[in-house]
């Protein structure tokens, strides 16, 4: 999303997929919204957490009807940024389960919490012969 003044422009609308069961459920949020933290703030309020599948924007000044661009790593960044979870013990929210944040997010942690695969697994160097 380079190149953009804010995070969802006026002319764009937030779109959400909430499933549950088998049935999809949209909501629409129309922009602006300067940051993925302030598209965030406006789902959750203070205390209500959503739990989205899919995240995606799409521009309403063209006729066209598409799915949208993905921005659901944006926005499971800006999560993982405001609530700072336990990787391994916490629940997050659907949209940001098996996201690329997340991952990275899990890398730093264990390495701030004194994570070492070196120390804890150890090396193994073979040659070849």
Request: hydrophobic share 40%; no cysteine.
């Amino acid at each position: 999303m380079a190149d953009r003044t804010n995070f969802i422009e006026a002319h764009e609308i937030l779109m959400l997929a909430e499933k549950i069961g088998v049935t999809v459920y949209p909501t629409v949020m129309r922009g602006p919204f300067k940051t993925a933290m302030d598209a965030l703030e406006a789902l959750t309020g203070e205390d209500k957490e959503v739990s989205f599948a899919r995240i995606s924007f799409t521009d309403i000044s063209t006729s066209q009807v598409t799915e949208g661009d993905d921005v659901s790593e944006d926005m499971a960044a800006a999560w993982l940024n405001k609530h700072e979870p336990d990787p391994e013990n916490d629940d997050v929210p659907a949209y940001v389960e098996d996201t690329e944040a997340l991952e990275a997010y899990a890398e730093e942690w264990h390495i701030e919490s004194g994570f070492n695969p070196i120390r804890e697994y150890g090396t193994y160097n073979a040659t070849a012969l």
